[in-house]
């Protein structure tokens, strides 16, 4: 097998990226990037290539024969040509996931049409809730009981795809009787408040903002489910599981780039076995968090996803710098080496995006000593 051979990417079954969007995250890549071109016009794009249906449920408006794995791979297809791109993705794909998984169907009827079809924005800031299930941190936002209504307050400090020509945002709320519960609250309800775009060093034009929560007042119709410790173990192979398309994506369009510079000469010289290694790798964490995440292995052993996670996004990086000593000094003159510059940026942000590869390393070694300790005992 050669290094090409070993990085090519497994369609998603009943869908592969269109030639015309391939080429229009291609053209567009840089100013994805940078924020040169508006945000706006990523989710129809998206959306019109079906990659929202993916996995979801024919009875839904789904693609039929297709389910969460396909939808990762579609992800990492997205991811191998913008990364901002493949941020949105991810956060629509993520968001229709807790409607699909909700039980209050009365919500997901009313809005599932919309997000399918990009005219309606999926932002989820959970990524707070995952941080207090491990115990990192409290929850952000408070709810108060006001005649069968809740009223919230806190803040969302940093939420992706929301689009201002409409959003829905999931939060986790810590509701009145205390318990970590789990809303949806559409963008124009009095209170929330949009910030302008935060100033990213990449990925710009992914609409990525705060939130503030100002006596935002929902009745349960909003409720995407009552008790978050229930709900998000449940949820979280998906949110992590897509995320990951990111990684995957990035890795393989830049071993990609490294292979076929120099008319292949780093495939065939010093960088080639490396080369061949690291995509053989990559395919085999895709191929695993695909496995676990069909099978739902993740649910009872998240600790085999957080390891996956920190592997892919390693990978990543380093197929960032097998780029960069197989494109030599051409990599850092402009404009040939932008699309090195930008996966460069790209790479940097895959270790903090939400989990963390800092805290998913903490979870690990908590767990590491607990079983040291069951075993010393």
Not at 261 to 275: D, F, V, Y
Request: net charge negative; with cysteine.
């Amino acid at each position: 097998m050669t290094a090409g051979q070993a990085l090519s990417a497994v369609p998603a079954a009943g869908w592969a990226l269109p030639q015309n969007l391939a080429a229009w995250l291609d053209q567009h890549a840089d100013a994805l990037d940078d924020g040169s071109l508006s945000a706006a016009a990523v989710l129809p794009r998206l959306a019109d290539a079906g990659l929202f249906r993916i996995g979801v449920p024919v009875a839904e408006g789904g693609l039929p024969g297709t389910d969460i794995g396909d939808a990762i791979e579609a992800v990492s297809q997205v991811a191998e040509r913008s990364v901002a791109s493949a941020f949105v993705a991810w956060s629509q794909r993520v968001f229709i996931e807790y409607l699909l998984r909700s039980p209050n169907t009365a919500l997901a009827d009313a809005w599932m049409a919309r997000l399918l079809a990009g005219e309606q924005a999926g932002a989820t800031a959970l990524s707070n809730a995952m941080k207090f299930l491990s115990g990192i941190e409290s929850l952000q936002i408070g709810a108060q009981d006001d005649g069968g209504q809740w009223v919230l307050d806190g803040r969302m400090p940093w939420v992706t795809n929301l689009r201002p020509q409409g959003f829905l945002v999931a939060a986790a709320v810590t509701a009145p009787d205390g318990t970590p519960a789990v809303v949806a609250l559409p963008n124009g309800i009095a209170g929330l408040v949009r910030s302008p775009d935060l100033s990213l060093l990449a990925l710009q034009s992914s609409n990525t903002a705060a939130l503030t929560v100002q006596g935002v007042r929902i009745g349960p119709e909003w409720l995407i489910h009552p008790d978050a410790r229930q709900y998000l173990p449940r949820a979280r192979p998906a949110f992590a599981g897509l995320q990951c398309g990111l990684s995957i994506g990035l890795a393989r369009r830049a071993l990609q780039a490294a292979t076929q510079t120099g008319q292949g000469q780093a495939s065939r010289g010093i960088l080639g076995e490396p080369l061949q290694a690291l995509g053989e790798q990559v395919d085999a964490l895709a191929a695993s968090l695909i496995a676990g995440v069909r099978s739902e292995r993740f649910v009872a052993e998240p600790w085999a996803l957080f390891e996956i996670r920190i592997a892919l996004a390693e990978a990543a990086n380093q197929a960032v710098q097998l780029e960069l000593q197989a494109s030599g000094g051409a990599a850092y003159l402009k404009p040939a080496g932008a699309g090195f510059a930008r996966r460069w940026r790209e790479a940097a942000f895959l270790p903090i995006v939400t989990p963390s590869l800092v805290q998913l390393k903490t979870e690990l070694a908590k767990r590491q000593a607990r079983l040291a300790a069951e075993a010393a005992a």
